[in-house]
């Protein structure tokens, strides 16, 4: 079996601005770094070619008055918010990369690959029902999550480690026991929700778990997070499914974070979740392409990164050049002790939801 890499060149094709932080740099470099590596020549490695999502799949998840704002403003131009424009053409890319997440969700689900990675944009993991929000217009993810749930995959786990809280994929979800949403976000950061006691309301009290990291939070932070509260509660949920929102920038190197996640990093958090996927749910994992904006320093080699470790590939050498490593020094900080505390109160929290954590 194989992991299937969604891409198209389309993706390239969107853009609010050419210095606007989500531009088509963050693919095109590693594009580049991929061919580079020889990772399509792989035997491990498929291309899978996206197709358009549909309006009944945008439907399942965006309002019918939303989906109309975004072809008429596509048409002229527009504005969701201060860093959200709605560019010409906007809407043909966007039901791409929502077609390009259920494409790699349809390919795991039908066995054509082992697992795959959705590389889209724009991303989505901001996107609400009702509007766009932080770089996104629709909420990539939660289309495909409800085309797998059609499709009779029920309980799937969703596992947001972007470093922004993916807001609107929690409040799709904020009241469905059929999905658990797990993210691991800084705080303080935009969009400034994610405190552990936003847990899920009505049916889906208890399936929203949010932890967030304070600034400098490394790798061990996360892969700690990983081993105490990810995993066990994986396991008290059986999942159907696992599907990521593979955001990269907790990347030390990222302009808009503070975090200090490293490529091997990225490799050692896409092992665990392939073997608790191939524990759980017969391997079945797909990744999406949320966000990440150091263009040059990380993108190239953190999506490496989680390529290889989803192919089965040796991650032991994966690392940035040795002339990042000055950054590293300065954005990474002692906050191990402030991230346990956190896990602490994130089991107090959820205690009274699931028997891993009494």
């Known amino acids: ?197 936003e847990v899920g309301g009505g049916k889906g009290e208890g399936y929203t778990i949010n932890v967030p990291l304070p600034p400098g939070a490394s790798d061990e932070c996360y892969l700690a997070i990983f081993d105490e509260i990810i995993e066990p509660v994986a396991i008290d949920f059986k999942p159907d499914f696992i599907a990521i929102s593979a955001g990269q920038d907790n990347h030390f190197t990222d302009p808009l974070t503070s975090l200090a996640l490293t490529a091997r990093g990225y490799a050692e958090l896409m092992l665990r979740a392939v073997s608790l996927a191939e524990k759980l749910c017969s391997g079945r994992l797909f990744a999406v392409l949320e966000g990440g904006y150091s263009v040059e320093k990380a993108l190239p080699y953190t999506n490496l990164a989680i390529i290889a470790a989803m192919a089965g590939m040796d991650v032991s050498c994966i690392r940035e050049p040795e002339s990042y490593a000055d950054e590293l020094k300065w954005r990474k900080k002692n906050v191990i002790g402030e991230v346990r505390a956190t896990i602490q109160e994130v089991k107090r929290t959820h205690s009274k939801y699931w028997g891993c954590f009494v």
């Open 1 to 197: 079996m194989t992991t299937g890499i969604v891409f198209h060149p389309k993706y390239l094709e969107h853009e609010q601005t050419p210095t606007h932080p989500e531009r088509k740099e963050r693919l095109a470099y590693t594009i580049d770094q991929l061919m580079e590596e020889g990772i399509f020549d792989s035997q491990e490695v498929i291309l899978l070619e996206p197709f358009y999502a549909s309006e009944d799949d945008v439907l399942a998840v965006h309002t019918p008055e939303y989906l109309e704002f975004l072809k008429k403003a596509s048409k002229k131009g527009g504005i969701i918010d201060w860093d959200t424009n709605v560019p010409v053409g906007l809407i043909d890319v966007a039901l791409l990369a929502a077609g390009g997440a259920i494409r790699a969700a349809k390919a795991v689900a039908e066995g054509e690959v082992k697992n795959a990675f959705a590389m889209i944009r724009p991303p989505g993991h901001h996107a609400k029902p009702y509007i766009g929000a932080g770089f996104c217009y629709l909420n990539n993810m939660a289309i495909a999550v409800k085309w797998l749930q059609r499709n009779g995959f029920k309980k799937i786990l969703i596992l947001d480690w972007d470093a922004h809280h993916g807001d609107g994929t929690q409040e799709i979800f904020y009241n469905d026991s059929s999905v658990l949403f797990i993210s691991l976000h800084q705080m303080p950061l935009y969009p400034g929700t994610g405190y552990p006691h």
